[in-house]
């Protein structure tokens, strides 16, 4: 059950890919732009550490989708990628209520790595800035189909 009732931003819809890891976190939703996929989601308790603000964990793995798929829609959706390396810097807490962004400001794609960094913001403030690189991999012939 939500907080409290609150409008999604302009441009965010019900994010198009679900995995087994995030399920537990939805709804999640994205706003495709031509350079970046953003996601975002209102924080519920389910989403918090002991303490009550947004687990880190979290935050890393939303922060690692974004910045896949902002890659990817760069690189053309066949690409497929896994990530190398992923840093974070926690800047501030997030609180139940509010809205959480990740939005992928910076992919300088490659043949075999691209390197991007995303900031993730809470209510427009500063939340966490994390930065990874990406290994370009074949696509398996499954994945193709």
């Given at each position: ?18 995995s087994?890891?995030?399920d ?8 495709k732009?031509?350079q970046?996929?953003?996601?975002g ?29 902002s890659?990817?829609?760069q ?71």
């Amino acid at each position: 059950m939500m907080h409290e009732t609150r409008s999604i931003p302009t441009g965010f819809e019900r994010h198009y890919r679900q995995s087994p890891v995030t399920d537990p976190w939805e709804p999640l939703y994205s706003r495709k732009t031509d350079q970046a996929v953003i996601l975002g989601f209102v924080a519920e308790a389910a989403h918090t550490n002991s303490r009550g603000f947004v687990h880190g964990g979290l935050i890393s793995a939303l922060a690692d989708n974004a910045m896949g798929l902002s890659c990817a829609r760069q690189l053309g959706d066949a690409a497929s990628l896994v990530t190398v390396n992923l840093t974070l810097d926690f800047m501030g807490s997030a609180q139940i209520g509010q809205w959480l962004e990740f939005d992928t400001v910076f992919v300088k794609p490659g043949g075999t790595l691209s390197f991007t960094q995303a900031f993730v913001t809470a209510d427009g403030q500063p939340c966490a800035r994390a930065n990874a690189v990406f290994r370009m991999v074949r696509k398996a012939v499954a994945e193709v189909a």
